[in-house]
């Protein structure tokens, strides 16, 4: 044990959320795309059906894992509709922005074999029972990265992996706080995607369990689930979805998505210092234009609700949203009947 010296950033370990579960039943990761990988090798499956709506980084992490692939579609309420699932393979269900209930999730998993839940959006979704669940850190909280599997003997094959190292790419971290997010912060973030691009599966870094024991989720979950109610008070009137539709009073969000016609909304928002974004520009390149994965890769705006930003402030950015698209229409919905 090291004594003296420098002393270290020091956070209260109050403890991870996922602590209660048993350390036989959790796998503690460096990525969610690794996480998803780890959790289909623990089903003994070679091949995984993934939704065309899906951050590309997986299916690059699975294809240089030789993980073969099988897409499917997903219709206007986010749910799988041409899975032909065989016998060994194993299927990744989403729940996309976590706006969807246990319930509703646990209806489409019922209807196959070897389920991998990616709660990568919905980070304090409960694990299901007889699937893998996955959560990834970093979308939720301060981290460089991190990620769980929880389900039965989930830790049977962590041994494999070495331990990851995280701190020195997560400078962004502490520049943010003094820089913003452009410039400097932006740069060095960049150096930790592209770290992570690179890895690996590994075993989650010291550093990141460190934070995430030191990590005040009550406060988060109430701060997300206040925003989430305010943003959609504001916006639901010009939403094309339906967000409420399958929610339950233990939701968390990630996100508000935000389906509406507009090309021009993010440059608009840009100019007013609102770093806004759309996901998955690659699917507008992959899939034709009268798919829904598409129209959602065009037009839908994840909107931020993270706990950094008080009432006052995501109404502000509503009330811009508001006012940039007053007049338009939004007819896609009318145009697919």
Same mark, same amino acid.
């Not at 070679?46 to 699975?62: A, G, I, M, T």
């Not at 770290?195 to 109430?222: A, F, H, W």
């Given at each position: 044990?090291?004594?003296?010296?420098?002393?270290?950033?020091?956070?209260?370990?109050?403890?991870?959320?996922?602590?209660?579960?048993?350390?036989?039943?959790?796998? #503690?990761?460096?990525?969610?795309?690794?996480?998803?990988?780890?959790?289909?090798?623990?089903?003994? $499956?070679?091949? @995984?059906?993934?939704?065309?709506?899906?951050?590309?980084?997986?299916?690059?992490?699975?294809? #240089?894992?030789?993980? !073969?692939?099988?897409?499917?579609?997903?219709?206007?309420?986010?749910?799988?509709?041409?899975? *032909?699932?065989?016998?060994?393979?194993?299927?990744?269900?989403?729940?996309?922005?976590?706006?969807?209930?246990?319930?509703?999730?646990?209806?489409?998993?019922?209807?196959?074999?070897?389920?991998?839940?990616?709660?990568?959006?919905?980070? &304090?979704?409960?694990?299901?029972?007889? $699937?893998?669940?996955?959560?990834?850190? *970093?979308? &939720?909280?301060?981290?460089?990265?991190?990620?769980?599997?929880?389900?039965?003997?989930?830790?049977?094959?962590?041994?494999?992996?070495?331990?990851?190292?995280?701190?020195?790419?997560?400078?962004?971290?502490?520049?943010?706080?003094?820089?913003? $997010?452009?410039?400097?912060?932006?740069?060095? #973030?960049?150096?930790?995607?592209?770290?992570?691009?690179?890895?690996?599966?590994?075993?989650?870094?010291? @550093?990141?369990?460190?934070?995430?024991?030191?990590?005040?989720?009550? *406060?988060?979950?109430?701060?997300? !689930?206040?925003? &989430?109610?305010?943003?959609?008070?504001?916006?639901?009137?010009?939403?094309?979805? %339906?967000?409420?539709?399958?929610?339950?009073?233990?939701?968390?969000?990630?996100?508000?998505?935000?389906?509406?016609?507009?090309?021009?909304? @993010?440059?608009?928002?840009?100019?007013?210092?609102?770093?806004?974004?759309?996901?998955?520009?690659?699917?507008?390149?992959?899939?034709?234009?009268?798919?829904?994965? %598409?129209?959602?890769? #065009?037009?839908?705006?994840?909107?931020?609700?993270?706990?950094?930003?008080?009432?006052?402030?995501?109404?502000?950015? $509503?009330?811009?949203?508001?006012? &940039?698209?007053?007049?338009?229409?939004?007819?896609?919905?009318?145009?697919?009947?």
């Amino acid at each position: 044990m090291e004594i003296g010296s420098f002393i270290e950033l020091q956070l209260p370990q109050a403890g991870e959320w996922f602590d209660s579960i048993s350390e036989k039943r959790i796998a #503690r990761l460096n990525s969610g795309r690794a996480a998803i990988y780890y959790a289909l090798s623990l089903t003994g $499956c070679k091949e @995984l059906w993934v939704p065309y709506y899906q951050c590309e980084s997986v299916r690059d992490f699975l294809s #240089r894992k030789y993980i !073969k692939i099988h897409y499917y579609h997903i219709d206007k309420d986010f749910s799988p509709v041409d899975i *032909r699932q065989a016998e060994n393979e194993a299927v990744l269900i989403v729940n996309y922005f976590g706006i969807f209930s246990s319930e509703k999730i646990q209806s489409i998993a019922a209807s196959y074999r070897h389920v991998i839940i990616d709660n990568s959006q919905a980070f &304090f979704s409960p694990p299901l029972e007889n $699937c893998y669940n996955v959560y990834s850190a *970093r979308k &939720f909280i301060g981290a460089p990265d991190g990620a769980y599997v929880i389900g039965d003997g989930a830790d049977r094959l962590i041994e494999k992996y070495k331990k990851g190292y995280s701190s020195d790419t997560s400078l962004f971290l502490l520049q943010r706080i003094e820089y913003g $997010c452009e410039g400097k912060a932006y740069q060095s #973030r960049q150096l930790n995607e592209q770290r992570i691009d690179k890895e690996d599966v590994m075993q989650m870094s010291s @550093l990141t369990q460190y934070i995430l024991r030191g990590t005040d989720y009550l *406060r988060i979950k109430k701060k997300r !689930k206040e925003n &989430f109610e305010l943003v959609n008070s504001q916006l639901k009137n010009i939403n094309s979805i %339906h967000v409420m539709q399958s929610h339950s009073e233990l939701n968390v969000p990630m996100v508000y998505p935000l389906l509406i016609e507009n090309d021009g909304i @993010l440059e608009y928002l840009l100019k007013l210092g609102h770093y806004q974004g759309r996901w998955w520009n690659y699917i507008r390149e992959e899939l034709p234009e009268h798919v829904f994965e %598409h129209y959602l890769a #065009r037009y839908m705006i994840p909107i931020t609700i993270d706990q950094r930003y008080d009432r006052e402030i995501l109404k502000t950015l $509503c009330e811009a949203i508001l006012l &940039f698209i007053e007049g338009s229409g939004n007819t896609w919905e009318k145009e697919q009947g």
